[in-house]
């Protein structure tokens, strides 16, 4: 069976605008174009390989500009999976190539953090940050390094001046949001998240990601808010209401009727306690419904007639499904 040079890069290519990383699936993917490329180059007598030449040098890849973002995703997987011999290469002929750009200069820091001490990647970044302040890439690297080596402050100091700078940087504010979060301060996190908000109104995953930092933080209202969003983003809007009723919750929808559910419990079993909402926000209306909704819902999702072998068996973990809901 031939090598579909195209359907190769036309994965890599899926991987890189979906942002999933599949580190091996890249590596196998780039040495099976390398290895055709270098196939082709052999056959039209374009270079001659020998057994210790260069996978990329052999295969005539690094004269071709157009390959440079599946290049720079190769070294990067390699870097994860540990192949720096791979990385190395795909690095060296990037920096061949383009001489001093931004984008190569950072890949190097990147290839240091995986086999020098963090102090030295760190030193490297400083570098290049006071050769070109603008180099956003050397900046977020920096505070990940910062961030590994333990110096939290200093990295929550320096990300917050990056996104004075950068605002519209969603994932700076996710990475706030998270080193907050792992600070124990969810009320911070809770206000970066916002921020993602702002920026990425439309992304559930960002809107379920603020609603269980919510609750976490006590703001049970605003969580339920937040809850009640990822709920009304992910429904079927060509679906009817008998429809939705009938509709079977997959995916992250289960997960913000499991949020919901929680909130539901708690607004019902401490009113007082629950309903005090530090942003103020009021408590949903008819929350006894919602908590009947709820339960209907996750028993749906989690019902004999969605699930298991040829949708006869029962699905799992239903049975530790009643239990919690039956729990007070």
Not at 162 to 171: A, I, K, M, P
Request: hydrophobic share 40%.
């Amino acid at each position: 069976m031939s090598f579909n040079f195209s359907k190769a890069l036309q994965e890599l290519a899926s991987f890189r605008i979906k942002n999933s990383r599949r580190s091996q699936e890249v590596v196998d993917l780039g040495l099976a174009l390398l290895a055709n490329s270098r196939r082709k180059a052999s056959s039209n007598s374009i270079a001659s390989t020998s057994s210790g030449s260069s996978i990329l040098a052999s295969s005539g890849i690094s004269s071709l500009e157009e390959d440079s973002a599946w290049i720079e995703q190769l070294a990067l997987a390699a870097i994860d999976v540990g192949r720096l011999d791979i990385a190395d290469e795909c690095i060296e002929a990037l920096a061949e190539k383009f001489p001093g750009s931004p984008r190569v200069v950072v890949l190097v820091g990147i290839r240091k953090e995986a086999s020098l001490p963090a102090e030295s990647a760190l030193a490297y970044y400083e570098e290049l940050l006071a050769e070109d302040e603008t180099n956003a890439a050397a900046w977020k690297r920096k505070i990940v390094v910062l961030r590994r080596l333990g110096d939290v402050t200093k990295a929550v100091d320096e990300l917050t001046t990056y996104l004075d700078t950068y605002y519209t940087d969603v994932e700076g504010w996710l990475e706030l949001a998270d080193i907050y979060a792992t600070c124990g301060q969810f009320d911070s996190s809770l206000r970066s998240l916002q921020h993602v908000l702002l920026l990425a109104p439309q992304n559930p995953f960002y809107v379920l990601h603020a609603a269980e930092t919510a609750y976490t933080a006590s703001d049970v209202p605003l969580a339920a808010k937040f809850f009640l969003g990822v709920i009304d983003m992910t429904d079927d809007p060509d679906l009817d209401a008998a429809a939705r009723v009938e509709a079977v919750p997959e995916g992250i929808a289960v997960r913000a009727w499991f949020g919901l559910k929680q909130c539901t419990r708690r607004l019902i079993t401490d009113p007082r306690g629950s309903s005090n909402s530090p942003s103020q926000t009021t408590v949903p209306q008819h929350v006894h419904a919602l908590d009947e909704l709820a339960t209907e819902r996750l028993l749906t999702a989690y019902s004999t007639l969605s699930g298991g072998p040829h949708n006869n068996g029962p699905v799992k973990g239903r049975d530790e499904l009643v239990k919690w809901l039956e729990a007070k």
